[in-house]
Every structure is written in structure tokens, then in C-alpha cells.
């Protein structure tokens, strides 16, 4: 995971891999 863009927040970080590992696909 390769994040060029220092603007990120930790949050939404967490929140993006919130949404991959556990979305509706793998809830």
C-alpha cells in the first residue's frame, strides 16, 4: 500500500481499509 498524497488522514485510512477487508462483500 503506496500512499503518495501526504493530505490522508489516519482515519481515512483506516476507513478505506475498513471498506476493502471488511465490506459488504466480506461482512
Do not use: H, I, Q
Not at 6 to 20: I, K, N, Q, T, W
Amino acid at each position: 500500500m503506496a500512499v503518495s498524497k501526504s493530505s490522508y488522514d489516519y482515519e481515512e485510512l483506516l476507513a478505506c481499509a475498513r471498506g476493502e477487508l471488511f465490506g459488504p462483500g466480506n461482512a
